[in-house]
């Protein structure tokens, strides 16, 4: 069925909430899925590293820093794609690109090269950053407006899936091999050597060509399907928004809550990435739990699992709580959490961190709906500025990172992402609401 043309009785029908849109939401949750489990793969991918080429937290939150960097390059230039090309081909394309990133692991591995690794990491972001200008907006506008947010957190929750899978996954690919000191490869002789080298560079290669494949199947799904295509109007032409909000402005920058939605996304993803970024290291940690990375690396499945199951419950709660309200509760929670962990240690410590997930789940579907909120020719643009802001998983973790490298140790670090989740109780309570002039 074709669902880019509609008719007066499909008008009217979606009004009252007849239009199924099942079909390109359930095709569009496997995006969402396959994005979460790659970005959570770094959380893996980064204590190896570390290890393997004897870095500190700080140069080990390159990888990091790469890869949401290109979250600010590519954001508005995808924005414009999406806006000249449809949603559809912004899919594909990201596809494509995020699988050819992929590719560039196995070269990476081999050559045991850290800026090659970067690099890789950087063009799969690239094509990540399409995926979301593309899938988040197109998730709002498929159904009514008032339950934008609570559609868009049903399908974050597939891309919590992934992020819940992921380390448990990478842990038994990644971190099965245990990564040798110089002195330790000084001892070894030279077939020794190689195997090990060899044993090293498949634990990389194997899952990411895996990777590949299955991102290059999905962008052959994605070219062949029809999905409704909203490109000229920018809203679902179905849908009446009573609160529509683009004729005020001509362009999304003029927006007050879709600034400091970026700003919101800045803060949530910079706090989120740098704590599951330094938990295999922080569980590590003696006074912690003292464990193994591998073991470590399985228990960061709680902290994205929590979010999981929070995005599943936020769907339902928020047909009944306005989102705002559920927003800023959920941060003032995570900065409890923060400040237990940092304030004690063992067991409390750890399971404070974890459960920092469940509260974790709402915030970016939450913010990006949200931001985009009664935007209607605007909404690709004002995804371009608000994806912009993933930028801050880029730098919110080496800051924390250089915080624990020279000054409070990686236990009291934490009070970096407590600055973050403050912030976002602003905007839930009262930074999104639009000021209309």
């Known amino acids: 069925m074709d669902f880019s043309t509609g008719t007066k009785n499909t008008q009217s029908s979606a009004l009252n909430g007849g239009v199924n849109y099942t079909f390109p939401l359930t095709a569009l949750t496997s995006l969402f899925f396959m994005w979460g489990f790659l970005t959570c793969l770094n959380d893996i991918l980064i204590p190896h590293l570390k290890n393997v080429f004897e870095l500190n937290y700080t140069e080990s939150m390159l990888i990091q820093f790469v890869f949401f960097t290109a979250y600010f390059i590519c954001s508005?230039?995808?924005?414009?794609?999406v806006k000249r090309f449809?949603?559809?081909?912004?899919?594909?394309?990201?596809?494509?690109?995020?699988?050819?990133?992929?590719?560039?692991?196995?070269?990476?591995?081999?050559?045991?090269?850290?800026?090659?690794?970067?690099?890789?990491?950087?063009?799969?972001?690239?094509?990540?950053?399409?995926?979301?200008?593309?899938?988040n907006p197109y998730v709002t506008i498929l159904g009514k407006p008032e339950t934008a947010s609570s559609r868009l957190n049903l399908t974050q929750a597939f891309n919590s899936l992934g992020t819940t899978i992921a380390p448990y996954f990478g842990s038994l690919l990644i971190l099965s091999v245990a990564v040798k000191s110089a002195e330790e490869l000084s001892k070894l002789n030279t077939m020794e050597l190689e195997s090990y080298k060899m044993a090293e560079?498949?634990?990389?290669?194997?899952p990411y060509l895996g990777l590949a494949a299955a991102l290059f199947v999905i962008a052959g799904i994605f070219a062949y399907i029809k999905l409704p295509d909203f490109r000229n109007g920018e809203t679902n032409a179905d849908i009446v928004d009573e609160n529509n909000l683009d004729h005020l402005h001509n362009s999304a920058w003029k927006y007050r809550h879709v600034i400091l939605g970026a700003i919101a996304i800045f803060v949530y993803v910079g706090g989120e990435v740098a704590i599951g970024s330094f938990l295999?290291?922080?569980?590590?940690?003696?006074?912690?739990?003292?464990?193994?990375?591998?073991?470590?690396?399985?228990?960061?499945?709680?902290?994205?699992?929590?979010?999981?199951?929070?995005?599943?419950?936020?769907?339902?709660?928020?047909?009944?709580?306005?989102?705002?309200?559920?927003?800023?509760?959920?941060?003032?929670?995570?900065?409890?959490?923060?400040?237990?962990?940092?304030?004690?240690?063992?067991?409390?410590a750890m399971w404070s961190i974890l459960a920092i997930g469940l509260f974790n789940s709402i915030m970016f579907p939450t913010i990006f709906s949200l931001g985009v909120a009664g935007l209607g020719k605007h909404t690709s643009q004002a995804s371009g500025i608000i994806i912009t802001g993933i930028v801050g998983g880029a730098i919110i973790p080496i800051l924390q990172g250089a915080l624990a490298d020279y000054v409070t140790g990686l236990h009291h670090?934490?009070?970096?992402?407590?600055?973050?989740?403050?912030?976002i109780a602003y905007y839930g309570f009262k930074?999104?609401?639009?000021?209309?002039?």
């Open 76 to 81: 508005m230039p995808s924005g414009w794609l």
């Open 86 to 135: 449809g949603y559809k081909n912004g899919i594909v394309t990201g596809l494509v690109i995020a699988g050819i990133g992929c590719l560039f692991f196995y070269p990476s591995a081999a050559f045991r090269s850290y800026p090659f690794f970067l690099f890789a990491l950087f063009v799969m972001a690239s094509g990540i950053t399409l995926l979301q200008v593309a899938a």
């Open 201 to 206: 560079a498949a634990a990389v290669q194997v």
């Open 280 to 348: 295999v290291n922080y569980l590590g940690l003696k006074e912690i739990a003292g464990l193994k990375e591998a073991d470590a690396g399985k228990l960061v499945s709680f902290y994205w699992g929590g979010a999981m199951v929070g995005r599943f419950l936020g769907s339902a709660i928020q047909r009944v709580v306005k989102p705002g309200i559920m927003l800023g509760f959920n941060a003032f929670v995570a900065v409890f959490l923060l400040i237990v962990t940092m304030l004690t240690s063992g067991q409390v």
């Open 413 to 423: 670090a934490f009070i970096i992402p407590v600055a973050c989740y403050l912030f």
């Open 431 to 437: 930074g999104h609401k639009p000021v209309i002039d």
